[in-house]
Structure formats: C-alpha cells, structure tokens
C-alpha cells in the first residue's frame, strides 16, 4: 500500500481511494462499504454507504464547508482512509 498526494492505492487489488475535483473516487472496490466523513476535531459529519457498483462520492451535496476532513471507508475485507480539504 502507497499514499501519493491525496490518494491511496493498495497493489494487491487494486483498490483506490483519492479527491479529484468535488468527489472522492473510489476505484475498484469489491464490496459495498461504509464511510465517514469527519472534521479535524474528531465529529462525525457524515455517514453513508458507497455500494459496489458506485465509484465515486460527491461532496457537493453534503454542505461541507471549507477546510480539512477525513474519510473512512470500511467495508468487511478492506478498510482506509483518507484526508482531504475542501476549499
């Protein structure tokens, strides 16, 4: 598993996490998964679950405003996360 600039990319599956533009890509996930969304003081700003044949998570929609926010994706074989920020 290696982190690039804003995403993570684990080798044996391919699985693939990162922000591009207003989404989170997730790529190549084999299960529908949890997520988190949390703030920089540790609140919990949001919670869905991403199924297997979606790949992406727009935050337009959840009223995130500006600043640095955490991911977590959890499903029962694979779990990350993920930082990013909102401008």
Do not use: W
């Amino acid at each position: 598993v290696y982190q690039g600039s804003s995403s993570i990319i684990s080798n044996s599956d391919k699985f693939e996490v990162f922000k591009y533009a207003t989404k989170i890509q997730v790529n190549n996930h084999k299960e529908n998964m949890n997520y988190f969304i949390y703030d920089m003081t540790g609140k919990n700003r949001y919670e869905s679950v991403i199924k297997k044949t979606e790949n992406a998570i727009d935050l337009v929609p959840l009223g995130l405003t500006s600043g640095t926010y955490f991911i977590l994706l959890q499903g029962e074989k694979t779990s990350t996360s993920l930082k990013f920020i909102m401008e």
